[in-house]
Structures are given as C-alpha cells and as structure tokens.
C-alpha cells in the first residue's frame, strides 16, 4: 500500500506559518530577564512541530535547519542555557529563513541556502558555546540487506508486569514470523496454582527459534518495547559456544529505517493551484451556520403545512410565516458572509517585528499599541491591506517620530508612540495609524507641490487639503531617499490601493503633536451600498462610496463645448455631463437635460455628472461576476438580481469615466476633421 | 473493527495519522492535546492510543500516565510518537506506562505496520 502524504503538505504549510507567527509574537514579546517558562515552551513547541512535520513530509533541509532551533530552545527550557538579547535575534533570523524556506518550498521553488547556512552557523555557535553536548542529527542507520541465513535461538523470559505496560507478546510474535519461519515453544513452570493465579500477571516465558536473513539488531528491535520488562537473550546457532546474554541490549545506534520520502512529483502544479484556496474558520462560526439552516428547515416545513391546506382565514399565519422566513435569509445571509471575516490581527502581528527591526535600524524608541485586533473584516480586504498598512506605519516611524535627543528637546518622552487602531463603524471597519511625532510639514508640502506644477502658485489652500496632498502622484517631501519610504512612489499607490478596494484614506495633522492617518474600508466585497437609478425601462446601480451628490439639473449651468460634449458647472468646478442612456444605448423618458436628475460621482480622481432619469431606493446588493458569468464589460463592474427577481447592473464609475472621455475625444477629433 | 485514539497537536501530523488509520479500515477518533484526549477517551474506550509527546495543554507523557490510572486503559496499548531527540523521553514514557513508541519522521506504511502487530 502507498499513501501519497503530499496531500497533507497543505496542511502542513498552513499550520507552521501560523507556528511562525506565535513564536515570532512570543519572541517579540519576550524578556530576557525575565523568562516565563511557558513562552519558551511555546516557542519550542513551534520548532518541535515544524521539524517532525517536515521530516514527515520529505523537506529535508527545512528539518535539519530546524533541528538546530529545536536543540537550542530545549537546552533554553531545560534550564542549560538562557537565553540572551542575541539569542533572540538568531531566532528572529530563523523565523524568517524558515518563512522563506517553506514559502518556496510550498511554491515549488529552489531553496535558498546561502542566508540559511549563516542563520544555521549563528544557531549552532550559540549552541556551542558553554556546551560540550553535540547536537548533529544522528544519521539513520539503513539495514544491510547482504545478509547471511542465520538460526536464531531467542529466551524471552518478561517480568510478571508486562501486560500492565499494554505489552502483548502476541505482538512480538507477529513481528518475528514477519522476519522468518519462527517456533515458539510456551514454558508454563513458573505458572502458579489456578487459586492463587492473578491473570493480570503474566508467568510464562518462550523459548523461539527463527531463521532466515535477519540480524540480531532486527530481532532485538522487536523486543525494544519490553527491553526493561524481560529476561532476553538472543544467541544464533553458530555461535552458540560463544553465547553472549543481552540484557537491556538495545544498542544506541539501533534505529528504525526511514526511508527518505521524496517530494511527490506534480507537487509544485498543486502546490500553487491550492494556494491560500481555503480558509481557516472557527467551530462557532460552522455551528451558527448550521443553527441558522435548522432554523429555515423548520419555517419551511411549516410553510409547507400551511400550503397543503390554505384557506383564506390562515392568511395571518402565512405571513408570519413569510416574515420569519425574511429573518432565517437575513441572518443565514449574515452567518455565510461572517465565515469569510477573519481578525485584522493577521495583519496586525506582522507590526511588533517591522516596527522592531525599523526602529532599531533608525535609532529611534518607538512604542507600538495595537486595539481592535479582534476586528472583523473580508478575507480579500485583508489580502490586500496589509502592504498599504505597511507603507503607512514605515511612514509614521521613518518621518512621523523624531529621534530620541530631538524628542527630549521639545519636550516628548522619549520614546514615540505609535498606535493602531481597528474598529467597525457603520457597515465599515475603520483602522487608524496614529504617531505622536512632528507632524506633517505643511508648508514644505504646499512647496514641493507647486514646484511640481499640482497646485497653482496662488491658490490657497486649507490646512487639510495640503495635508491631503501627500497622497499626490510623485510627491515626497523626505530630504533623503531612504530605504525605508520616501521614495516618491508610495503614498499614491495607497491611496490607489484603498480605493481600488472601495474604501478611502485621510489623514489629519498638528505640527509638533503627531498625525493620524483613517483608513475606512467596506466589511466585504461581496456586498456593496448601492443607489438605484433608473435609465428609461432598466435600472442600474452606482455604489454609494461613489456618489458626492445629487441635484436637479439648471439649465443656466450647462455649457456646451466643442463637439456634443456637454459640462456642467458645480459651483467652482466644471464636471462632463455623461448620459447613461447614451453609453448603454437605451430609449430615455427624457432627452432634456433639465428634466432629469444629474448624480455627481467621482472615480480616479475625476469628477463626472450622471444624466438619469429618476432616483430610486438605497440597498445593499449582493454582487454577481459578469466575468464568470458573462463577460467582462467597459463600464460595468458586476450585476445583481433585485427583490423582484429582475437583474440590474452595476456601475463602475471609474471605467465610466474612462470610456466616456475616450468618446467625447473620439467626437472632438472627428468634429475638428 | 478496532478503534484508535490518535493525539497530536500538529493538524497535518493527524490528518496523516487518521487518513492513514482509517484507509485501513480502523475506527478512528482525534484529539488535539493530551486533555482534549482525556476527555474523550473517558467517554468511551478506545482499543489503542496512539499520541504525540510535545503537545501543549497536557502532554503525552502526563496523558499516558493519566490513562494508565483509568480503569478502563490498565492494560491498552498506549503508543507514544517521539522524535530522535526524544531518548530520554523514551524512558520517561515507559515509566509512564507507555507499551511503546515509534520514532518520527516515519512514514504511513510505516505506522500501518506497528499498530497491526499491536492490535492485529
């Protein structure tokens, strides 16, 4: 039989990342002073775990690598070492050699050794140090297979206990007979009188012979559970005038054979198909969702009932019936979409580690708090959060708090405070990066973006709206281009990045007392805040986060410009006007632009009217893929199915845009021509 | 069919274990720590243990001695999974009350082998 255990490395990857992260946590958190027992054991157990794992699943180098970390936190736990300031910085280091390791073990990459073999000298000097012990892994020894038919005569006599250690020696006689042809001969002598005979003890003993290729180190594996339960003596026939007794004989290098498993072939295909494909939920989650369907089972049965002989005078129960049925979807509905809501603080624990590593780079003292870890929020927002959040703290730490002695001298602790916070408000999840550090230069700002050419040289600005111009393409005011953030690429992409996920970023600052950054993001992505609007006989959908305004059209604001083109002015500003019933083709109730209703939205940045015919209600809807299902349209992000059972459409505002003023310049070209 | 109580707090080592246990046709039953074991080996008996030493909540050496005191395990296999580092703990087992161990890395075949010597 053959078992393909590569089915397990999933599993296996999965649950040593999350080791990773705990020992990482704990590491982070640990006082070399002031060791708690239970943390190093913590972190043992990590390495404990992830060597026996990748040893049974055939990744070599990880195993030996850890084997080192093993050994050393458990000469840490026993009590032979303790550990240092440097010790914990190895073992940070290892923490993400053994990272990378499996995540290229896991993408079926070629391991890179070259920082490993340097963690590993690092690992094992600490090792050495004050210690004679040697820690190599022992190799295994392979059974020889040339060997000679022998005779084997064995005197297996155990001690009356044997049974109470669950031994049978029904079990060792199964194990010889799979070596050789074996006899047993029983020695019932020292068997007592049936009325003193305790049958919890045994009093027999075997006399075997077996023969075949087997070596006495086979026979005496057999026997190794019971070596310090029993008399054992193992001679071969040959050699019986030198016959030798063995007792608690088991030699130290007698191992069991293991065969090196090889990586499956085909690995790495599935390794990359099955990547982070599932996901981890908590057992409550599971049993909510199960109560909520025993819940719809049960109205629907009664409904059922009621169906099978309704009369008019059940017209009440029928719609109690129908409203329960309302509340089973609602919340079934919420259950489902809690499965895919996980705890911000799988991003949030990468933050102690980054502002440690930063901070210790820079030369500052930082503090970080974190609240809201528990916070709630979609998988995928998850996903792709965590690099902005990054750039944002690197960004506090890098240019928010000021050196130590600078912070002295206008009269700061020293140490600089750096604090997220997580938080639901509304149907939203709010994070904040809060530093009490200097602040936002406004008017270095306001320079360099004048001198860039994105404000005018005259305008004048509020203090947010500078503050709001960080988030400009190619605008960083750090003097020196560190490595660290500043390189003028970063606060655009995440703002780009937030609002690609339909949330927005801000920021708010006080020279000398700090800044503070808001992110708000939707719950999931799943489901969107929509405005329905209605365009002749069809109805489509623009997502709320969109939507600036909506006002009814005067006609002294339009202005007609080269071409069909049309603008709108917005108190200071001109804004197209695009008519939905153009870009989808459709037959309007109205052509006249002050009949209708314009809704102002904005997408990239730009501003646009939408000429609709009417206002509808505000809903949540549940997002449908037209890719998957359909096709992928300019101008349209997904569909939904509505109350009524109709399919509406739902705007994407940014690719609206974009194809509108492909057209009017289309138009403009061709009026020019 | 005879029934296994497998422990081990690494969720692919179980998986592996149980997958491998019940492809051969046992009945078996997991537990995530030594006390989540106690637990349900008190509930019902089982015909074999099969656990991990290092495991956090209870580990496998106080589990194995817990289970020895009960009535119903005077005289069940008990199987502990060590690692090669583990010698001592070899020994701190069997005192324990352990029948036996198998030695990690081993592979399903392996482990099929011993616990139907054991158990047949």
């Not at chain 1, 022992?138 to 005779?151: G, S």
């Not at chain 1, 009093?203 to 339960?229: C, M, N, P, R």
């Not at chain 1, 003596?233 to 090889?262: H, Y």
């Not at chain 2, 074991?37 to 817990?66: H, Q």
Request: hydrophobic share 40%.
């Amino acid at each position: 039989m053959s078992i393909d255990i590569s089915q397990f490395l999933h599993t296996f990857f999965e649950e040593s990342f999350e080791g990773l992260d705990a020992m990482e946590n704990n590491l982070l958190h640990m006082d070399v002073n002031s060791c708690d027992v239970e943390e190093i054991n913590t972190i043992f157990r990590v390495a404990h775990s992830v060597k026996g794992g990748a040893a049974t699943f055939g990744l070599k180098a990880v195993a030996e690598f850890t084997h080192s970390m093993e050994t050393l936190l458990d000469q840490i736990r026993g009590g032979e070492k303790t550990l240092s300031d440097e010790g914990v910085d190895v073992l940070l280091r290892s923490v993400d050699v053994l990272r990378s390791m499996l995540a290229n073990s896991k993408a079926g990459n070629e391991l890179d050794f070259i920082e490993s073999e340097e963690i590993k000298k690092r690992l094992d000097e600490l090792l050495d140090k004050g210690s004679s012990k040697k820690t190599v892994m022992k190799p295994v020894v392979e059974r020889k297979d040339d060997q000679q038919i022998t005779n084997w005569e064995i005197k297996f006599i155990p001690e009356t206990g044997l049974f109470k250690s669950g031994n049978d020696p029904v079990r060792m006689f199964r194990g010889l007979s799979e070596l050789g042809i074996m006899e047993a001969t029983v020695n019932a002598e020292s068997l007592p009188d049936f009325e003193s005979l305790n049958p919890e003890e045994c009093h027999l003993s075997w006399d075997i012979t077996i023969s075949g290729k087997i070596s006495k180190e086979q026979i005496a594996e057999i026997f190794e559970w019971v070596a310090d339960d029993c008399k054992l003596t193992i001679t071969s026939v040959e050699e019986e005038a030198t016959a030798q007794l063995v007792e608690n004989m088991v030699p130290e290098d007698v191992k069991i054979v293991v065969p090196i498993v090889k990586p499956m072939p085909g690995k790495e295909g599935r390794a990359t198909q099955t990547e982070s494909a599932s996901i981890r939920v908590s057992i409550d989650k599971v049993d909510d969702l199960i109560n909520m369907v025993g819940e719809l089972v049960i109205t629907q049965s009664m409904l059922g009932q009621l169906g099978q002989d309704f009369e008019m005078s059940k017209i009440e129960k029928l719609s109690d019936g129908l409203a329960q049925l309302e509340r089973n979807t609602r919340e079934l509905q919420e259950s489902v979409m809690r499965i895919r809501m996980l705890p911000i603080s799988f991003v949030f624990q990468r933050f102690p580690r980054i502002v440690r590593d930063l901070s210790t780079k820079l030369g500052k003292k930082v503090e970080l708090i974190m609240n809201g870890e528990s916070t709630e929020l979609d998988k995928t927002v998850m996903e792709k959060i965590g690099d902005p959040l990054v750039h944002l703290v690197r960004n506090s730490l890098d240019h928010g708090i000021e050196m130590p002695e600078m912070r002295r001298k206008s009269g700061k602790d020293e140490i600089g405070l750096i604090t997220l916070n997580a938080f639901h408000q509304g149907g939203n999840i709010v994070i904040e990066i809060i530093d009490d550090g200097k602040g936002l230069d406004k008017a270095k700002i306001l320079e360099k973006a004048r001198a860039r050419g994105l404000v005018g040289s005259d305008e004048d600005f509020g203090d947010d709206k500078v503050a709001d111009l960080i988030f400009a393409p190619g605008l960083s005011t750090a003097e020196v281009v560190s490595d660290v953030s500043g390189r003028g690429v970063g606060m655009d992409v995440v703002r780009k990045n937030i609002k690609s996920l339909g949330g927005n970023v801000e920021v708010r600052t006080e020279a000398g007392k700090g800044s503070r950054f808001t992110i708000r993001l939707p719950l999931t992505l799943a489901i969107l805040d929509g405005q329905l609007v209605r365009v002749g006989e069809e109805t489509y959908i623009v997502p709320l986060v969109s939507i600036i305004e909506t006002l009814q059209i005067k006609k002294k604001y339009i202005n007609d410009i080269a071409g069909k083109a049309q603008m709108y002015r917005l108190r200071e500003d001109y804004i197209p006007i695009i008519r939905l019933y153009q870009s989808f083709g459709l037959k309007p109730d109205q052509e006249h632009l002050e009949n209708g209703l314009l809704v102002v939205v904005e997408g990239d940045g730009q501003k646009a009217g939408l000429f609709v015919d009417d206002l509808l209600s505000q809903q949540q809807v549940v997002i449908k893929s037209l890719e998957t299902n359909f096709q992928k349209v300019q101008g349209l992000s997904g569909a939904t199915i509505l109350g009524d059972g109709t399919v509406a459409l739902i705007l994407d505002i940014s690719g609206l845009l974009a194809s509108a003023k492909d057209s009017a310049q289309m138009q403009a070209s061709g009026a020019a021509a | 069919m005879s029934s296994i109580l497998v422990v081990d707090d690494s969720a692919s080592m179980r998986q592996m274990v149980v997958f491998t246990l019940k492809g051969a046709g046992y009945e078996v039953e997991e537990a995530v720590d030594g006390m989540d074991a106690l637990k349900k080996a008190k509930l019902r008996s089982f015909n074999i243990v099969v656990t991990d030493v290092n495991m956090p909540n209870m580990d496998g050496i106080s589990l194995i001695k817990e289970l020895r005191g009960l009535n119903d395990y005077r005289f069940t296999p008990l199987l502990m999974l060590t690692t090669e580092s583990g010698a001592d703990k070899k020994q701190e087992g069997k005192a324990a009350g352990a029948t036996g161990w198998m030695v990690k890395p081993f592979n399903p075949e392996q482990l099929l082998a011993t616990i139907k010597k054991v158990i047949g």
